[in-house]
T-cell receptor, first 111, second 114 residues
Framework: DQQVKQNSPSLSVQEGRISILNCDYT??????FLWYKKYPAEGPTFLIS?????DKNEDGRFTVFLNKSAKHLSLHIVPSQPGDSAVYFC??????????FGSGTKLNVKP | NAGVTQTPKFRVLKTGQSMTLLCAQD?????MYWYRQDPGMGLRLIHY???????AKGEVPDGYNVSRLKKQNFLLGLESAAPSQTSVYFC?????????????FGDGTRLSIL
């Protein structure tokens, strides 16, 4: 049973608008959450993370929100750019050793 | 700066053949991981290692073996390949311990078992 779920396989957004990618988790022990970005034929690259002691972390155009009571996190990209088109994976950990990944959301930013 | 390097990038095997995938990292990371990525399944952990000479099972270890004889290398072996092992395999590494450090990934090995 997947402990981290991304229920939207794909998302299409117009350039300049906001992209919101969602992720849900089931294990309340998770205390560290990450988002990775993946282009075709490349490995995932780290984008942004958040600790469970925070509810928001911002890095430039990227903001991650954590709602512990709902076991939900989201990634906001504002403004979206065509170069943001990629597959986005969320991941979670509770001991910094093992990480559990969602199935990914393919973002398409249309010019 | 190479980071995490996976060898080979592509491979086609016949059922029953064996092979070894090599992962090498030059960042002096203690922890190393092997994942497989399948459509709709995301990344699933096969085996991981928290230091030279140590390995542990992940979520989907059956049919695979690993070795970490040197800190910089993590090998994934398939003793008798099966079509269900057709996948893209990713290696990752990270620094040790209780630190909020992300994993660094290689570019993957695409493996097809006929």
């Amino acid at each position: 049973d997947q402990q981290v779920k991304q229920n939207s396989p794909s998302l299409s957004v117009q350039e300049g608008r906001i992209s919101i990618l969602n992720c849900d988790y089931t294990n309340s022990m998770f205390d560290y959450f990450l988002w990775y970005k993946k282009y075709p034929a490349e490995g995932p690259t780290f984008l942004i993370s958040i600790s469970s002691i925070k509810d928001k972390n911002e890095d430039g155009r990227f903001t991650v929100f954590l709602n512990k009571s709902a076991k939900h996190l989201s990634l906001h990209i504002v403004p979206s750019q065509p170069g943001d088109s990629a597959v986005y994976f969320c991941a979670a950990s509770y001991n910094f050793n093992k990480f559990y990944f969602g199935s990914g959301t393919k973002l398409n930013v249309k010019p | 700066n190479a980071g995490v390097t996976q060898t080979p990038k592509f491979r086609v095997l016949k059922t029953g053949q064996s092979m070894t995938l090599l992962c090498a990292q030059d960042m002096n990371h203690e922890y190393m991981y092997w994942y497989r990525q399948d459509p709709g399944m995301g990344l699933r952990l096969i085996h991981y290692s928290v230091g030279e000479g140590t390995t542990a099972k992940g979520e989907v270890p059956d049919g695979y073996n690993v070795s970490r004889l040197k800190k910089q290398n993590f090998l994934l072996g398939l003793e008798s390949a099966a079509p269900s092992q057709t996948s893209v395999y990713f290696c990752a590494s990270k620094p040790a311990g209780l630190s909020n450090q992300p994993q660094h990934f290689g570019d993957g090995t695409r493996l097809s078992i006929l």
